[in-house]
C-alpha cells in the first residue's frame, strides 16, 4: 500500500501533550471568571477532558451559568495556557518533526484541540508550511460532538487535501477509531506516553517515530 496523503492528529503526535493540571487550572480560573470560587473537584476535572454537550449543561445548570458562553470561555482561558507553555518551552515539537520536510505526500492536521490552539502552534514553532490544511475545533459546545473517534473534521482535511489513499497518525484509540469511522488506514505512534500502552483496537501501521512513515509511505 501507498499513501499519497498523510493526516496527523498534533497533541502527542507532532508537538508534545499538555500537562492535566495546566488544563485544570484553566478550568478553575474559567469557573473564577463567572464568580464560582469553589466549584465542586469533580466538575472541574469533568470541564477539563472529555467534556459532552450534556455535562457542559449540567455542570453549568449547577452554577445558573449559560453553558455556551460559559465553554467559549473555557476554549479561549485553555487555548491561552497553552499558548503560554508553547512560549515558556514546556509545550515543543518533538525532535522528528523534521523528517516531515522530506515526506512525498500531501499532509494535514485535525486535532481535537481548539484551532485557535492549533493555528497559533503551526505559526509560533514556524511548522505551518509543511501541512495544507489544519483543523482543530470551533468554540461552541457542539464541536464537542464533532471530536474523534467522529470522523467529521477528518472529512474536511481529505476533502481539502483531494486525497485518494489516506493514512491518519495517531497516539489514541480514538484516533484509530476515527479514521475507520473515514474508511482510511491509520499508524499508532509509540510516543514515550505510548511506549508500552496496549491497544483495544487494530491500527494498520504501529510505528515508532515519524521517519518511520517514509517507509509505509513508500509501500
Not at 12 to 33: M, W
Not at 71 to 93: C, F, I, N, V, Y
Not at 128 to 136: I, N, Q, R, S
Not at 150 to 161: F, G, Q, W
Request: charge should be negative.
Amino acid at each position: 500500500m501507498t499513501y499519497d496523503t498523510v493526516v496527523f492528529d498534533n497533541d502527542g503526535v507532532l508537538v508534545g501533550r499538555t500537562s492535566f493540571d495546566v488544563l485544570r487550572d484553566a478550568t478553575l480560573e474559567t469557573f473564577s471568571q463567572f464568580g464560582v470560587t469553589d466549584p465542586d473537584p469533580d466538575h472541574i476535572d469533568d470541564m477539563t477532558v472529555g467534556a459532552t454537550p450534556g455535562r457542559v449543561a449540567e455542570v453549568c445548570n449547577e452554577y445558573d451559568l449559560h453553558a455556551e458562553t460559559f465553554w467559549q470561555a473555557l476554549d479561549a482561558t485553555a487555548s491561552k495556557a497553552q499558548q503560554r507553555e508553547a512560549r515558556e518551552g514546556r509545550k515543543t515539537p518533538y525532535d522528528d518533526i523534521h523528517t516531515l520536510a522530506d515526506l512525498d505526500v500531501s499532509m494535514g492536521i485535525v486535532s481535537s484541540n481548539q484551532q485557535e490552539t492549533v493555528d497559533f502552534l503551526l505559526d509560533h514553532f514556524d511548522v505551518g508550511h509543511h501541512f495544507d490544511t489544519a483543523y482543530g475545533r470551533e468554540a461552541t459546545i457542539e464541536s464537542l460532538d464533532r471530536r474523534k473517534p467522529d470522523s467529521h473534521y477528518i472529512d474536511r482535511a481529505l476533502a481539502d487535501l483531494d486525497a485518494d489513499t489516506a493514512l491518519f497518525v495517531g497516539d489514541n484509540e480514538s484516533d484509530v477509531r476515527a479514521a475507520e469511522n473515514a474508511g482510511i488506514d491509520s499508524a499508532f505512534i509509540r510516543r514515550p506516553h505510548r511506549t508500552d500502552w496496549e491497544l483495544n483496537v487494530w491500527p494498520t501501521w504501529d510505528i515508532e517515530c515519524l521517519d518511520d512513515l517514509h517507509r509505509v509511505c513508500s509501500g
